[in-house]
């Protein structure tokens, strides 16, 4: 009995050595963060960030403008908030690991890395297609139909979209537009028949100068919309599935604390964290009638087994 008792005691005080060892090579890591420090969204995320690793991490945030290789010297880990960074970041030679954050991934596809850097990974803004889908039979149980129109970075949306769709007995239709000139063609036909309008984040088709005229022929062609941000929901779409800034900060810190301990970053991919939005002024012109957005939130949460 006293044996057992003396190994308890020394694999204790092992695993506390361990946690020690950890907490101490964190603690004196420094994390560079590159973001836009005028943007609202990267302010945002990076706060989230910054209280979530601080203490005991050195958190440092950089311009894109001043994350050159000398201001990166002394960075053990490298996180870059929107596309900017990221464009400006990947095609350094940077030899620590580097998380992007806060961007699509048709701008992690046409990023230029520089071989002989050190790992990276993604957390992408893409809600996963599976997860669209399943808001959408929440949100719209008589909907049968969905369409979306896509540019020549995310045709492969729209195939992840259909699969998804076609596995919940829907049925999906897809219009390319090559550039902004043929969005609007191809949205009144994609929209030929009333279905749920899915937005991609397509930074070429859908962007700032474009949105308000597309929420305003879906609505015209009596079509909810559903946004990837809480911007398309205040606009006028119906609903919004996206990761919040906030969210975003709160997830890539964990990922950078498993990564100072010596976890490999994990491979790219969406976020786990999200939230609904939903518009009811728009819901109620278009005669429609939603659960509260708190309520789809949790259900889609319950559905992927994610802990409230």
Known sequence: MKVV???????LGALLLIHALLAASI???????????SSPSHAEAVDSLVAALAPPVDVRVLTAADADARALATAQLVVTVGSQAARNI????????????????????ALERRPGAGPWSALLLDQPAERQIALIRLAFPDQKRIATVTGPDTHERAAEL???????????????????????????EALAQRGVLVIPPDSQLFTSQTVHQVLL???RLRSPVLGYSAAYVRAGAVL?????PAQVGTEAAAVV???????PLPAPGPHRLFEVGINPTVAHALGIELPSAKWLTEALQGQEGIAQ
């Open 162 to 188: 259909g699969a998804a769709a076609a596995r919940h007995g829907l049925e999906a239709h897809a219009v390319a537009a090559a550039e902004v000139g043929a969005l609007y063609p191809a949205l009144r």
């Open 5 to 11: 008792s003396a190994w308890r005691r020394r694999a």
């Open 240 to 244: 919004g599935l996206y990761t919040t």
């Open 257 to 263: 604390r498993r990564a100072l301990t010596g976890t």
């Open 90 to 109: 990947a095609p350094q030679p940077i030899p620590v690991p580097v998380l992007h954050v806060l961007l699509p991934r048709s701008t992690l596809d």
């Open 27 to 37: 603690a004196r890591a420094q994390v560079v963060v590159v973001a836009d420090p």
């Open 217 to 219: 022929t879906a609505f």
